[in-house]
């Protein structure tokens, strides 16, 4: 299995809710990141977990809240969303962070809209 | 803090036509990678470049890199329409797993 699966595709969501963006790889990879993209723009990296320990977050809001369970699983709880929240959130995965290189594959990506 | 700069942020080419995207980064690195994504989709690793030197071709495409210029290109041969998309380069700092993006290269090609 060479491919990184993100749920769900899209999700649409008010200021007060509170959802979850679910990603899952199967390639031994031990190091999994999520990304915001907005549209023309390249992607940011929001957070990176290696060994489902919390390495970087990049001051994200604390309205995201992400979770790693097990090497294969990334979660991504949302609360309290603004609508400049509203993109194409994309989870990655790659081998080790101390490995020679650290080619990231990436999912499909949820398009998340916020009202 | 590295930054990494691609030029052209457009390009509007013919098919049949030659041309060469630019990736120019700031610090010493020897890893690059190129990326592609198509409108409303995620991104496809197209290319791993870990040395200086590296040449790597698939298809119409061929990217290079040269640390000492710190500089990384990807060529297009012979455009066909199949092409267009937006092409990232990415840097990986030496000291960690952080990939810095480029701006990205819109490409369409018009038949």
């Known amino acids: 299995d060479t491919e990184v699966t993100q749920t769900p595709k899209h999700l649409v969501m008010g200021m007060t809710n509170k959802k979850s963006l679910k990603c899952e790889q199967h390639?031994?990879?031990?190091?999994m990141y999520w990304y915001k993209q907005k549209a023309k723009k390249p992607p940011e990296l929001m957070f990176v977990?290696?060994?489902?320990?919390?390495?970087i977050n990049e001051s994200v809001p604390s309205r995201f809240s992400p979770e790693c369970p097990n090497s294969s699983l990334l979660n991504l709880h949302l609360h309290a969303l603004q609508p400049e929240d509203s993109a194409l959130y994309l989870c990655a995965s790659s081998h080790l962070l101390t490995s020679s290189w650290n080619e990231q594959f990436f999912g499909p990506g949820t398009r998340l809209t916020v009202l | 803090e590295l930054k990494v700069e691609q030029n052209p942020l457009f390009l509007s080419m013919q098919e049949g036509k030659n041309y060469t995207i630019y990736c120019n980064y700031s610090t010493t690195s020897d890893r690059l990678y190129w990326y592609r994504q198509d409108p409303g989709k995620s991104l496809e690793s197209l290319f791993v470049l870990l040395s200086n030197g590296a040449v790597k071709q698939e298809g119409r495409l061929m990217a290079s890199l040269d640390t000492k210029a710190r500089l990384s290109t990807l060529h297009i041969t012979a455009a066909v329409h199949d092409l267009s998309a937006t092409y990232f380069c990415a840097v990986e700092e030496t000291s960690g797993s952080r990939l810095t993006f480029g701006e990205g290269t819109q490409l369409t090609v018009n038949p």
């Open positions: 390639m031994g990879h031990r190091a």
């Open positions: 977990y290696s060994y489902e320990k919390l390495s």
